[in-house]
């Protein structure tokens, strides 16, 4: 698949785990529907590499662990590559690894990043401007066509609508929306983007996630988009999203703005 001129860009925070070989294999489905690229970004962060204060054997250490990391991330993309006959590119850097994120979004300036839950620790010191698919071992794709798809909470800015329409274009499934409202508030209007819609509103309450990621679980939904709108503070940094994130057993998709 020739990806030089592809519509977006998608990078993958990988290492070697099995959660981030199948981040990766996630993230070359969603290429393969979106019309995207991939490539992935493997970091080495150097205090975990060396096991002494001889300089010369930290030079020796640090060289066998990037040829010993840089084939194990090869095999897994050429598997995955020629598994859905995607090209992959690999960039590999050195340094602390939240910095390097940041850095690494600041130059390439990716349209998504796609990361395994167990790297969301670091998505405080990301920007707004990047999507950020997050999903963890459990969750496989075998594809994003005919996705069943659901969104929480507020209306999609311009870029994430674009976004979710290339996602929806392949579906047959209804678009599921999960809201919450307070306790003396009238339910959301229909939604003017997404008028066809089913809706699904929760009273706020101690234990309204909890009925919120249930509900995405018996509704099948398969990817759950989270918008991130101008009035409100980048969307992973707020506690609530955190916690529904970490309650839900779908992978998340936390749209830029």
Same mark, same amino acid.
């Given at each position: 698949?020739?990806?030089?001129?592809?519509?977006?860009?998608?990078?993958?925070?990988?290492?070697?785990?099995?959660?981030?070989?199948?981040?990766?294999?996630?993230?070359?489905?969603?290429?393969?529907?979106? #019309?995207?690229?991939?490539?992935?970004?493997?970091?080495?962060? +150097?205090?975990?590499?060396?096991?002494?204060?001889? /300089?010369?054997?930290?030079?020796?250490? $640090?060289?066998?662990?990037?040829? %010993?990391?840089?084939?194990?991330?090869?095999?897994?993309?050429?598997?995955?590559?020629?598994?859905?006959?995607?090209?992959?590119?690999?960039?590999?850097?050195?340094?602390?690894?939240?910095?390097?994120?940041?850095?690494?979004?600041?130059?390439?300036?990716?349209?998504?990043?796609?990361?395994?839950?167990?790297?969301?620790?670091?998505? #405080?010191?990301?920007?707004?401007?990047?999507?950020?698919? $997050?999903?963890?071992?459990? /969750?496989?794709?075998?594809?994003?066509?005919?996705?069943?798809?659901?969104?929480?909470? %507020?209306?999609?800015?311009?870029?994430?609508?674009?976004?979710?329409? %290339?996602?929806?274009?392949?579906?047959?499934? +209804?678009?599921?929306?999960?809201?919450?409202?307070?306790?003396?508030?009238?339910? +959301?209007?229909?939604?003017?983007?997404?008028?066809?819609?089913?809706?699904?509103?929760?009273?706020?309450?101690?234990?309204?996630? #909890?009925?919120?990621?249930?509900?995405?679980?018996?509704?099948?939904?398969?990817?759950?988009?989270?918008?991130?709108?101008?009035?409100?503070?980048?969307?992973?940094?707020? %506690?609530?999203?955190? /916690?529904?994130?970490?309650?839900?057993?779908?992978?998340?998709?936390?749209?830029?703005?």
């Amino acid at each position: 698949m020739n990806t030089k001129n592809s519509k977006y860009s998608i990078s993958v925070l990988m290492d070697l785990s099995k959660a981030s070989e199948l981040a990766l294999s996630n993230a070359a489905q969603l290429a393969k529907v979106i #019309d995207g690229r991939v490539e992935v970004l493997h970091i080495k962060v +150097p205090t975990k590499i060396v096991k002494n204060d001889n /300089q010369l054997s930290a030079v020796r250490s $640090i060289h066998k662990d990037t040829r %010993d990391s840089k084939n194990q991330i090869k095999e897994a993309i050429k598997a995955i590559s020629k598994r859905e006959n995607l090209k992959i590119s690999l960039k590999m850097v050195y340094g602390n690894e939240k910095n390097s994120v940041k850095e690494y979004i600041s130059e390439h300036k990716p349209n998504f990043l796609v990361l395994d839950k167990g790297k969301s620790k670091i998505l #405080d010191t990301v920007g707004n401007d990047v999507n950020l698919l $997050i999903t963890n071992e459990a /969750q496989k794709f075998h594809s994003f066509r005919d996705i069943s798809l659901g969104i929480f909470d %507020d209306n999609l800015e311009e870029s994430g609508l674009e976004i979710f329409n %290339d996602l929806k274009r392949e579906s047959t499934k +209804p678009v599921r929306l999960f809201s919450i409202k307070g306790k003396l508030e009238n339910a +959301p209007k229909t939604n003017s983007q997404l008028p066809d819609a089913i809706s699904y509103v929760f009273t706020e309450g101690a234990n309204v996630l #909890d009925g919120l990621s249930s509900y995405v679980n018996r509704t099948n939904t398969e990817l759950l988009c989270i918008p991130n709108t101008r009035k409100a503070r980048f969307a992973f940094q707020t %506690d609530r999203t955190k /916690q529904l994130v970490n309650k839900l057993n779908v992978p998340v998709l936390i749209m830029a703005r």
